[in-house]
Each structure stands twice: as structure tokens, then as C-alpha cells.
């Protein structure tokens, strides 16, 4: 099946990384969903019940990203990915993107991100 409900831009404060200033000053983490499961039931019945409500999706997502503090985007990531997995046992697969735009490089850059799927 390959319906998909997809919350973009998912943006929270957190204080995730491995230097001690990320610990203490924080910065912005976006955060992307791509959920894949079978819609067409509720394609049918406009019925709330009948599939994942994207509200729910971006709750946990943000809710992670203010939350316990970890040192890398790759645990943030996996942590997302494992809590909606975990919540909703219909889903086929869920991908979680963790963009850090502000992470401490001394390069110019656009945009740093790590994708975990399950």
C-alpha cells in the first residue's frame, strides 16, 4: 500500500547534541513524518476513526523534541519513529527526518537531516 500521510516543518526548541553549549543553549530541530497505511477505508467513510489523525503525529513528534534531552539526531529520530510505531499498529512504515539547520559545523551549509525509517 503506498497511501501516506505526510506532516512537514515540524518545528520545537530542544537541546539536543554532544557539545556542552547544545546542552545549555539549545536550538531549533524540524522535523518531518511520512506514514505509510492503508487509507482507502476512510477515503470512503470521511470517518476520523478510520486513520491517524496528523494533530496526534505532530504532538509526538514535538513533544520529543522538547523532551528528554539526546546527544544525537539519529537517537531523536529513532525515538519519534519508535513512539508512533508503537502507537499505532496499522501503519505500514513511518519516516522520521530530524533536520538541526543551526548544528555547530564550521562549514556553510543549507540544511543537516538524518532519515530513519521503520
Known sequence: ?????????????GYHGVLPHEATEGQDFIVDLVVTLDLSAVSLSDDLQET???????????????????QLIERLAGRIAEEISSAYSHITSVSVTV??????VTVDFEDISVTITR
Open 1 to 13: 500500500m503506498s497511501d501516506q500521510i505526510r506532516v512537514s516543518g515540524i518545528k520545537a526548541f
Open 52 to 70: 491517524i489523525n496528523y494533530a496526534d503525529l505532530a504532538q509526538i513528534a514535538h513533544d520529543n523534541i522538547v523532551g528528554e534531552r539526546v
Open 99 to 104: 533536520h538541526k539547520p543551526h548544528a555547530p
